[in-house]
């Protein structure tokens, strides 16, 4: 049967607000994986607990559920001399996520940066398009509905990896970028990237969804929101926010804003102009209980 396309795209037509999933890595270190361990190993070697922090997300409440394989790019991979396990271990982080889903939930497959720079000389493009490959090939045999291009701060390199999607998939294209707030109050990517500049690029790049992961609470999320609606009304928004900014108590690096706090500030963040709204690092799934309780009164 011919796979269909934009499904998440099109759900969104129907002028529902779609719930996200929450925080991994910090779910992951919760059950035992240690600083300097490959999380996306666990795809293979802690199948039941990967599987366990997709499914408490589906059973609270949430649209869709993100894959672990954030970091599962060959290039980073190399550096735990995984680089030809790159197709297997994103293909078992897919099926996983699928597995919680079930079929009436949407599996977006997660790839991160590279952590490599072009203007220094760290990798060229065409390293980069094999690395992204690889991993979304991985990934779309897995079966996820979409490919999640997150917490990128280079728009050269997000470019690489939405055309390794599109010239290698069906699969929808979601691009979120990550801004830090700057002095003067304005926000930018380690890059200089500011948000409607992310915005005017990836539309030309024919993203489906865009938006904004990791950095910021729901706060500053809002104003995020606002700068990218400024450039594009058009294109979806995805927010995935932290569960405020972290600090530390007690020798621990915490996230302040309590599940509450973000359902408090869900709906002004959908007046900004999201439409998927989701967790980063700090949320929990009673974060996204919480969230869900008031989108199901927003889409009424």
């Not at 270190?29 to 996306?40: I, R, T």
């Not at 366990?52 to 059973?59: G, L, Q, S």
């Not at 970091?71 to 982080?93: R, V």
């Not at 940066?113 to 991993?135: A, C, H, N, R, W």
Request: glycine letters at 10%; aromatic letters at 8%; one cysteine or more.
């Amino acid at each position: 049967m011919e796979k269909e396309i934009k499904k998440i795209v099109n759900k969104l037509k129907e002028n529902k607000i779609l719930l996200s999933d929450g925080g991994w890595g910090t779910y992951l270190y919760a059950k035992g994986l240690q600083m300097g361990d490959c999380p996306e190993l666990w795809n293979e070697t802690h199948r039941n607990d990967v599987l366990e922090i997709a499914k408490t997300y589906i059973d609270v409440g949430a649209d869709m559920v993100e894959t672990n394989s954030f970091g599962g790019s060959k290039i980073k991979f190399a550096d735990y001399d995984l680089g030809d396990k790159t197709y297997e271990l994103n293909k078992l982080a897919a099926e996983i996520s699928r597995e919680a889903a079930g079929d009436d939930k949407f599996v977006l497959g997660s790839v991160g940066p590279t952590g490599k720079f072009l203007m220094m000389g760290d990798v060229t493009e065409e390293e980069l398009y094999e690395s992204f490959k690889i991993q979304i090939e991985g990934l779309r045999d897995g079966g996820v509905d979409a490919i999640c291009i997150e917490t990128f701060y280079d728009t050269q390199e997000a470019i690489i990896a939405i055309n390794a999607v599109k010239e290698n998939s069906d699969l929808e294209v979601i691009t979120t970028f990550t801004f830090d707030k700057a002095v003067d109050g304005s926000y930018n990517t380690m890059m200089g990237v500011k948000p409607a500049v992310m915005a005017e690029t990836l539309a030309t790049a024919s993203v489906d969804i865009f938006g904004t992961n990791c950095g910021n609470g729901f706060e500053g999320m809002i104003e995020i929101v606002k700068e990218i609606r400024t450039a594009n009304s058009e294109l979806p928004i995805l927010v995935h926010a932290n569960a405020g900014l972290p600090i530390e108590e007690n020798g621990k690096i915490v996230y302040p804003d309590s599940p509450e706090r973000m359902a408090e500030l869900t709906p002004t963040l959908v007046k900004a102009g999201a439409n998927i709204i989701g967790g980063c690092c700090g949320t929990s799934p009673e974060h996204i209980k919480a969230i869900r309780t008031v989108i199901d009164k927003i889409n009424g």
